[in-house]
């Protein structure tokens, strides 16, 4: 039984990556902080996930 997990490569994984540091910093300055203008920093990490998930899929056909 060798049935491979797709694993997204290139640049999805760039993108789920870099959105879940961007998201993460975003999320703790502002928690940090205090400062809510900041979540808007975290919502545009969530973006680049879904855009990365979304490349992911693209590749995969639609297969998860």
């Known amino acids: 039984m060798s049935n491979q997990t797709p694993t997204p490569k290139g640049l ?4 789920i990556l870099t959105g879940i ?20 920093v975290a919502a545009v990490g969530f973006a680049l996930q879904l855009a990365g998930w979304m490349a992911h899929g693209r590749r995969n056909g639609g297969a998860a």
């Open 12 to 15: 999805a994984l760039v993108l």
């Open 21 to 40: 540091t961007v998201a993460l910093a975003g999320a703790l300055a502002t928690l940090a902080t205090g400062h809510r203008p900041l979540m808007v």
